[in-house]
Every structure is written in C-alpha cells, then in structure tokens.
C-alpha cells in the first residue's frame, strides 16, 4: 500500500524549532518529486515547499523562505522539513504530499496525488 | 505569485442536484490546474489534474473543465459523502498556490 506518515509535530514555543518527518512506503521514493502543505486550524490549504527527486531543486513560500528547510533521505525513503524561528502564524496541521506527473505530448502535468494524514504544529508561549 | 479565486466559497445543495464550482486564476495557467476534495480531520483528496482528468478511482460524477485562466468543476448529481470542502490549485509555476476553498453543505 502507498503510504505517507507525517511525524515530529508538537506544541513549541514562539522562536523555537522543531523537525517534521515524513516516512513513505509501498513506492519507490527516490523516483518522486515530494512537496509539504499546511493547513491552520480553520484555515484552507497552503502550500510550504517542494524538492526534486535528488534534492537538487528546493522552492518554498514566501512565509517560510529563511525559516524552513526541506531535505529527503532517499536511503530511509524519508522527507523531512526543519522549522526553525517559529511563529504563531506556523500552528497549522503540515501534510506531506507526492508529486506524480501526466505526460502529455510536449505537456508535463504534475499532480499531488498522495497525502500524509498530517501531524500538528502548535506554536505557542 | 499567482491568485487562485474560488466561487462560490460556500454552497448549499441537495443529493441529486448538479453543481458547479468555479476557479478563476489570475494570471493563465494553461490546464496546469487540480482539484481536491477535503472533509473535515482528513487529508485532501486529488480528484482531477490538467484541468479536466479524472484521477483513477474518483467517481464519474465528477468533471473538471476549463484551461488559461478560467475553470470549473462540475458534480453531476450529488451523493451524500460529496458533501466536503473542495480546491483548486494551480502547478504552473511556484509558488504552487491553492483558492481559498469552497464549502458544500447540504441542503
């Protein structure tokens, strides 16, 4: 069965750090594109940060840029975000997510197509 | 960045009715566009990308059309577990930005 399994959230302190894990299994990791999306509470959805396959492309959202850092370990089939400098504006579920492609003709469509059940950050003093 | 606008935000509506959900992006995006389902506590769920094909195992009822800047997704005929939050989300280019939700309740 694919799978994602986010891990590592918690209550943390404003100007604190902590460091999310996401382990996956049932697919082979290091062929897919990995992205984090969060969510605060009665909030909609809000993408944080992509990496490549081989971690040599990373983007990130404007809110994080400087504060968060993605990476992967394609030997323990693991993505991982470390938040550092943390806000109360960062209390949110934060999923993991797969990239897929479509390929059609010239066209790449890329797709988030498997997602973590989440685990919950909470920023607060 | 690009602005993904959802409308309506919130929609009531009865099982059977046909709905339609509308994103307008603010810029175009070609068919580089998907959409999810959420319901509450839970993951989202993807039920369409380049705009208008069906993820495998997603239910025939719903459709997604449109490409540039204008789009929609359409449920044919509503069945009680479509009653959920959708979005739309734009993959053209980062940063990869959601609308803002729209809300199904029923009627």
């Known amino acids: 069965e694919v799978q994602l399994v986010e891990s590592g959230g918690g209550l943390v302190q404003p100007g604190g750090s902590l460091r999310l894990s996401c382990a996956a299994s049932?697919?082979?990791?290091?062929?897919?594109?990995m992205n984090w999306v969060r969510q605060a509470p009665g909030k909609g959805l809000e993408w944080v940060s992509y990496i490549s396959s081989s971690g040599s492309t990373i983007y990130y959202a404007d809110s994080v840029k400087g504060r968060f850092t993605i990476s992967r370990d394609n030997a323990k089939n693991s993505l991982y975000l470390q938040m550092n400098s943390l806000r109360a504006e960062d209390t949110a579920v934060y999923y993991c997510?797969?990239?897929?492609?479509?390929?059609?003709?010239?066209?790449?469509?890329?797709?988030?197509?498997?997602w973590g059940k989440g685990t919950t950050v909470t920023v607060s003093s | 960045d690009i602005q993904l606008t959802q409308s309506p935000s919130f929609l009531s509506a009865s099982v059977g009715d046909r709905v339609t959900i509308t994103c307008r992006a603010s810029q175009g995006i070609s068919s580089y566009l998907a959409w999810y389902q959420q319901k509450p506590g839970k993951a989202p769920k993807l039920l369409i990308y380049?705009?208008?094909t069906l993820q495998s195992g997603v239910p025939s009822r719903f459709s997604g059309s449109g490409s540039g800047t204008e789009f929609t997704l359409t449920i044919s005929s509503l069945q009680p577990e479509d009653f959920a939050t959708y979005y739309c989300q734009q993959l053209n280019s980062y940063p990869r930005t959601f609308g803002q939700g729209t809300r199904l309740e029923i009627k």
């Open positions: 997510a797969r990239d897929d492609i479509a390929v059609a003709g010239l066209y790449y469509y890329y797709y988030m197509d498997v």
């Open positions: 049932g697919f082979t990791f290091s062929s897919y594109e």
């Open positions: 380049a705009a208008s």
